[in-house]
């Protein structure tokens, strides 16, 4: 089984955060461009093994370096009725990695950026690990029965929306206000703004999508 993949995707370009971040990540198996998210992925000096989009947005000369080095192309149709970003999200889900991170960059247009939080709950990515990095913070998509932990620093801005109806039997460690076996409803705003206490903070989940959003380095 893969270990992990990068998905970079198109758009704005990334923040120095956000591609210090990426540049951190380790026992990468595979690399995928969504589209001119080939730019990204050759900025930080990596060779990129697929890209895939309706190419309206690379630029020829970064695709042409990219394929002389090896990469496949996948193109689609520009008239699709799904995101670059959605289509290689499930090309990196049929390779079974044992986690995906996406690369993306902040603002543009609202439609765009609610599609890659949208992308990230495709129902294949289920028994993945799934992250996105994402300007000052990082993302992680939960669906139920999973957990994670991560690193936080005392301070941190914790987020926790649900993205469907309702997730249930969410629990919490290392958080100013900890839940415990609790479901939260995707019209409710209580898990906004919750603050990390400890260097380490879990989230679980038994039944539901749940986005936790931790935010690096949160100032009130």
Known sequence: MPHTTLVFNGGPTPSTTTLAAARAIENVDLIIAADSGLHTAQQL???????????????????????????????????????????????????????????????????????????????????????????????YALQGPTEISFATRVGDFIGLQSFSDKSEGVSTTGLRWPLKTESLTSFETRGVSNEAVCEEVAVSIQTGQLLVIHQYGATA
């Not at 009725?81 to 390779?95: E, I, N, P, W």
């Not at 902040?106 to 993945?128: M, N």
Request: no cysteine.
């Open 45 to 139: 000096g990596l060779r990129v093994d697929v890209v895939i989009g309706d190419f309206d947005s690379v630029d020829e000369s970064a695709l042409a370096r990219a394929t002389s080095r090896g990469a496949q192309t996948i193109r689609h149709s520009h008239d699709k009725d799904f995101t670059d970003l959605h289509s290689a999200v499930q090309y990196a889900a049929d390779r079974e990695p044992k986690k995906i991170v996406v690369v993306t960059g902040e603002g543009g247009r609202l439609d765009h950026q609610l599609s890659v939080v949208a992308a990230l709950f495709d129902p294949r990515l289920q028994k993945i690990e799934v992250e996105a990095l994402w300007g000052d913070s990082r993302l």
